[in-house]
């Protein structure tokens, strides 16, 4: 028969187009129908007697006629080619095989996403693997981009869901991926990088739970070359959700992000949220409030979108640097996070099943982001224009675009290299040589934290000479000092025990600061290697009063005067106690590993004693 074009908009191409009438005898379903006419209504309304699996055939041959007649008329109208740089992106998390997956499954087919990024979770169960792609199959089609994580909840089946992906990567022109899929990898499609890791998630075998993935993410972020960066990954830090999830990935991989100015997508928490831009994630600093927001170092926001189909939860928290919360509080259902990713700029919104859009923002790339597919850009940091051949000493550098200061000099293979050094050592050291932002550091000195802390080793051994006795006052007169961790958020008391053998313990912020700071800082070897008595000496802040709480539940509350863990009587839980930014008391809720690190129980009650105690819930962070 002959077929007479049909004008209209084809908002998957998003170009104007001929479109004609498909004959649909060949998937079973009687007449024809215009290609467009598909894409302004639902599959259900148009096709209400077919199966899914019929509807998805019906899908992928209006695809590709749609895609055939796009390349035959480009000649007959005016297409602008910036509008086929645009990639719309889905993100999802927390599935499940049930309805309500379904239905979001369907509705990243109805607003003509290119790619789905999945945050983990997926079919929560065993033997669902399969259900899970069959439903992705149904509702998007075999060869559909999709992207996953691996979450807490692969612990069953992990390797048939890696395959699946794997295998539908394959099958995806122009999607790629180098490393462990869903683990440890960078993928590439379009106009994007996708940087996975698996931080915090111990739960899955042949996955770990700390893999440097914050060296990982740098590393691929500053070799990308292409202009929308996005990190993904599954679990959350207590101040990055909305719900009780406890801290689980370190701050180290949201800075590798924030410094590369990428995006951060996660899920766990069953809600949505999205922060402000920020500058800085531990501290919770926000740029401005304004839902437009510019992405260049030191410059990014996180979201958690995971409605993607299983249970909704309450919000049990929140905090002025949150720019949307949508949670079972404020009446959410199922939905998804869909951005827009044009040349510079990004359209997003959050939408549910139900048609409600509880968040709209935007993006625009900053000048670095967008002259990433090129070398490294020009910079008028003068640090930045002395080629690295030309260092040939170690110097202090200060960073620009945030608060680190940094020790450069030449590793054991000749390479430059830089490692994070405190105040005091930057001090010792000789002052700030130079100063520039996170591109200006990489490109005097690309191997982040290749060479040893200039200030940890030979001053410490040079501080304790000789076994100092211990005080049982708050504050001893000792040698000891306060070490930093740099590959966590964490401080340790460095002392020698009882046998003269230098030891370590954990202590809290606020007994970090009335000890003077910290002196020394380095990795977790580095700490090992100097002081290898792990726990192996009392807390200089709270030994002797906790020794007088553990004696009994009924010490009075001012006797406790630094952080202890409390055990609820009436239920198997157990709480950080401490005092907030405001000197008030605070907790929140600790796991049993925690307890252990933080030196076991030191007060019992039930849930009335908790409050009387620490009135402030979940107004501190986990210590852990």
Same mark, same amino acid.
């Given at each position: 028969?002959?077929?007479?074009?049909?004008?209209?908009?084809?908002?998957?191409?998003?170009?104007?187009?001929?479109?004609?009438?498909?004959p649909?005898?060949?998937?079973?379903?009687?007449?024809?129908?215009?290609a467009?006419?598909?894409?302004?209504?639902?599959?259900?309304?148009?096709?209400?007697?077919?199966?899914?699996?019929?509807?998805?055939?019906?899908?992928?041959?209006?695809?590709?006629?749609?895609?055939?007649?796009?390349?035959?008329?480009?000649?007959?109208?005016?297409?602008?080619?910036?509008?086929?740089?645009?990639?719309?992106?889905?993100?999802?998390?927390?599935?499940?095989?049930?309805?309500?997956?379904?239905?979001?499954?369907?509705?990243?087919?109805?607003e003509?996403?290119?790619?789905?990024?999945?945050?983990?979770?997926?079919?929560?169960?065993?033997?669902?693997?399969?259900?899970?792609?069959?439903?992705?199959?149904?509702?998007?089609?075999?060869?559909?981009?999709?992207?996953?994580?691996?979450?807490?909840?692969?612990?069953?089946?992990?390797?048939t869901?890696?395959?699946?992906?794997?295998?539908?990567?394959?099958?995806?022109?122009?999607?790629?991926?180098?490393?462990?899929?869903?683990?440890?990898?960078?993928?590439?499609?379009?106009?994007?990088?996708?940087?996975?890791?698996?931080?915090?998630?111990?739960?899955?075998?042949?996955?770990?739970?700390?893999?440097?993935?914050?060296?990982?993410?740098?590393?691929?972020?500053?070799?990308?070359?292409?202009?929308?960066?996005?990190?993904?990954?599954?679990?959350n830090?207590?101040?990055?959700?909305?719900?009780?999830?406890?801290?689980?990935?370190?701050?180290?991989?949201?800075?590798?992000?924030?410094?590369?100015?990428?995006?951060?997508?996660?899920?766990?928490?069953?809600?949505?949220?999205?922060?402000?831009?920020?500058?800085?994630?531990?501290?919770?600093?926000?740029?401005?409030?304004?839902?437009?927001?510019?992405?260049?170092?030191?410059?990014s926001?996180?979201?958690?979108?995971?409605?993607?189909?299983?249970?909704?939860?309450?919000?049990?928290r929140?905090?002025?640097?949150?720019?949307?919360?949508?949670?079972?509080?404020?009446?959410?259902?199922?939905?998804?996070?869909?951005?827009?990713?044009?040349?510079?700029?990004?359209?997003?919104?959050?939408?549910?099943?139900?048609?409600?859009?509880?968040?709209?923002?935007?993006?625009t790339?900053?000048?670095?982001?967008?002259?990433s597919?090129?070398?490294?850009?020009?910079?008028?940091?003068?640090?930045?224009?002395?080629?690295?051949?030309?260092?040939?000493?170690?110097?202090?550098?200060?960073?620009?675009?945030?608060?680190?200061?940094?020790?450069?000099d030449?590793?054991?293979?000749?390479?430059m290299?830089?490692?994070?050094?405190?105040?005091?050592?930057?001090?010792?050291?000789?002052?700030?040589?130079?100063?520039?932002?996170?591109?200006?550091?990489?490109?005097?000195?690309?191997?982040?934290?290749?060479?040893?802390?200039?200030?940890?080793?030979?001053?410490?051994?040079?501080?304790?000479?000789?076994?100092?006795?211990?005080?049982?006052?708050?504050?001893?007169?000792t040698? @000891?000092? *306060? /070490? +930093?961790?740099?590959?966590?958020? #964490?401080? &340790? $008391?460095?002392?020698?025990? %009882?046998? =003269?053998?230098? !030891?370590?313990?954990?202590?809290?912020?606020?007994?970090?600061?009335?000890?003077?700071?910290?002196?020394?800082?380095?990795?977790w070897?580095?700490?090992?290697?100097?002081?290898?008595?792990?726990?192996?000496?009392?807390?200089?802040?709270?030994?002797?009063?906790?020794?007088?709480?553990?004696?009994?539940?009924?010490?009075?509350?001012?006797?406790?005067?630094? @952080?202890? *863990? /409390? +055990?609820?009587?009436?239920?198997q #839980?157990? &709480? $950080?106690?401490?005092?907030? %930014?405001? =000197?008030?008391? !605070?907790?929140?809720?600790?796991?049993?590993?925690?307890?252990?690190?933080?030196?076991?129980?030191?007060?019992?009650?039930?849930?009335?004693?908790?409050?009387?105690?620490?009135?402030?819930?979940?107004?501190?962070?986990?210590?852990?």
């Amino acid at each position: 028969m002959g077929l007479s074009p049909v004008r209209c908009v084809d908002k998957r191409q998003h170009c104007a187009e001929l479109c004609h009438p498909i004959p649909l005898a060949t998937t079973g379903y009687s007449g024809s129908i215009p290609a467009c006419n598909y894409l302004e209504a639902s599959a259900d309304a148009i096709f209400p007697s077919l199966s899914n699996s019929r509807k998805q055939v019906i899908r992928v041959t209006i695809n590709k006629t749609i895609s055939t007649c796009c390349l035959l008329t480009l000649s007959s109208f005016a297409i602008n080619t910036a509008a086929f740089a645009a990639t719309k992106v889905a993100f999802v998390g927390d599935q499940g095989t049930g309805s309500n997956a379904q239905a979001v499954l369907s509705l990243v087919a109805s607003e003509g996403t290119d790619l789905l990024l999945l945050q983990g979770d997926l079919g929560y169960y065993d033997n669902t693997a399969s259900d899970w792609e069959t439903n992705l199959v149904n509702e998007l089609g075999a060869d559909f981009p999709v992207l996953t994580v691996v979450g807490n909840h692969e612990n069953y089946e992990w390797s048939t869901y890696q395959r699946f992906i794997k295998q539908r990567i394959d099958r995806v022109p122009g999607l790629s991926c180098s490393g462990n899929a869903g683990v440890k990898a960078a993928c590439q499609f379009k106009n994007i990088e996708v940087v996975q890791v698996a931080p915090g998630v111990r739960e899955v075998a042949g996955v770990s739970d700390d893999d440097n993935y914050e060296q990982f993410l740098r590393d691929s972020l500053s070799a990308s070359k292409k202009p929308w960066r996005i990190c993904s990954w599954h679990k959350n830090q207590n101040a990055m959700q909305t719900g009780s999830k406890s801290n689980s990935t370190g701050w180290g991989v949201f800075d590798a992000c924030l410094d590369a100015g990428a995006m951060i997508a996660m899920g766990h928490e069953h809600a949505y949220s999205r922060t402000f831009l920020m500058s800085n994630f531990e501290n919770q600093s926000v740029v401005h409030k304004s839902s437009e927001m510019t992405l260049e170092p030191g410059k990014s926001f996180a979201f958690v979108s995971g409605l993607g189909g299983h249970d909704i939860r309450a919000q049990k928290r929140g905090g002025d640097w949150f720019a949307s919360i949508y949670t079972a509080s404020q009446g959410a259902t199922h939905g998804a996070l869909f951005c827009t990713f044009a040349d510079t700029t990004a359209d997003c919104y959050f939408k549910a099943i139900d048609g409600s859009v509880p968040d709209q923002f935007s993006l625009t790339l900053g000048s670095q982001q967008q002259s990433s597919s090129n070398s490294a850009p020009a910079t008028s940091d003068s640090s930045a224009a002395a080629p690295a051949e030309e260092i040939s000493a170690g110097f202090v550098f200060s960073r620009s675009d945030k608060e680190e200061l940094r020790w450069i000099d030449r590793n054991s293979s000749g390479d430059m290299g830089s490692v994070w050094i405190s105040e005091n050592c930057a001090q010792q050291m000789g002052g700030v040589s130079r100063t520039g932002n996170w591109k200006s550091l990489i490109s005097i000195a690309p191997k982040m934290d290749s060479i040893a802390n200039p200030c940890t080793v030979s001053t410490a051994s040079n501080r304790l000479p000789s076994p100092p006795p211990l005080s049982p006052s708050p504050l001893p007169d000792t040698n @000891g000092f *306060v /070490f +930093s961790r740099t590959d966590t958020t #964490e401080f &340790r $008391w460095i002392d020698r025990d %009882s046998t =003269g053998a230098l !030891g370590n313990i954990w202590i809290n912020k606020a007994c970090a600061e009335r000890l003077g700071g910290p002196s020394q800082s380095g990795n977790w070897r580095e700490l090992n290697t100097l002081a290898p008595g792990f726990d192996a000496i009392a807390s200089p802040c709270n030994g002797a009063t906790s020794t007088a709480a553990a004696s009994t539940t009924s010490s009075p509350f001012t006797a406790l005067e630094e @952080g202890y *863990v /409390f +055990s609820r009587s009436d239920k198997q #839980e157990y &709480r $950080w106690i401490d005092r907030d %930014s405001n =000197g008030d008391w !605070g907790n929140t809720w600790i796991d049993e590993a925690c307890v252990d690190r933080l030196g076991g129980i030191k007060a019992t009650g039930d849930w009335k004693a908790l409050n009387q105690r620490s009135p402030g819930f979940d107004a501190i962070r986990s210590p852990c």
